[in-house]
């Protein structure tokens, strides 16, 4: 199930062989779901929770006019709704912006770990903490900062995530996003991030075509984005990649 990419990258040590046996047994099934499943839906009482094996969610909610805004966006390696063990139910839905393959953990089986494995509960309960970490970051970026810097801090934090799980070089990564689910991350119009991903190009600063993200002055988009990594808790070395101060050893 490549649990082993839960804490790829971060300022914490790597999962034991016995815990990367225990997440794995825990799994009861894969599940597949095209591009635009709603995978979780908000208010619905859940029994399990999900490990997103490969694909992108996003954690939305949907206003009384239809119209849907990104709270959180998780990519291969994440548990997109740890949080629902407790919980129960979730005031979001969780939805597949690509196909996804999702790994269901039922929510017995958490329960076993939590009496049986203290030390496992413990990394999993980080797992929530960064999640609150990173929606306190996106809150921040919706209302206090400008459009362009908006766009600019979402790029940046995405780049410093796939760094940590190499599937980012620093510099180009793939984002299998319309300019519209941009709109939805940064609070924009579909017009808006057309114009400011215009203004980006012409600073030199990043280029969004054919979903793939290509940086051409990291240290710029993150000063534009006012983006310091330190909420993602990523090791040393990656926090420095992820600003432009280093570069990854995959980076040509």
Known sequence: MNFERLFQGRRTEALSPVELEVLNNA???VR???AGTVVVKQGVPVHESLYLVS???SRNVVDASGRRHMMGLHFGGDFIDLHAFPLRVLDHNLAALTDVSLAVVPHERLTGILKDYPDLTG???FLTLLDAAMHRQWSFRLSSLSAPARLAHFLCETNARLIATGVSDGRRYPLSMTQAELGEACGLT???VNRVLR?????RLCTFRSSVVEIHDLEGLAALGEFTPDYLYLDETINQQALGLIRSPSYG
């Not at 203004?199 to 600073?203: D, N, P, T, Y």
């Open 123 to 125: 990394r999993l309960w």
């Open 27 to 29: 799994v009861s099934q």
């Open 199 to 203: 203004g980006l190009r012409e600073q």
């Open 190 to 192: 579909n017009v808006h």
């Open 32 to 34: 597949e779901c095209p």
């Open 55 to 57: 694909g992108t969610v």
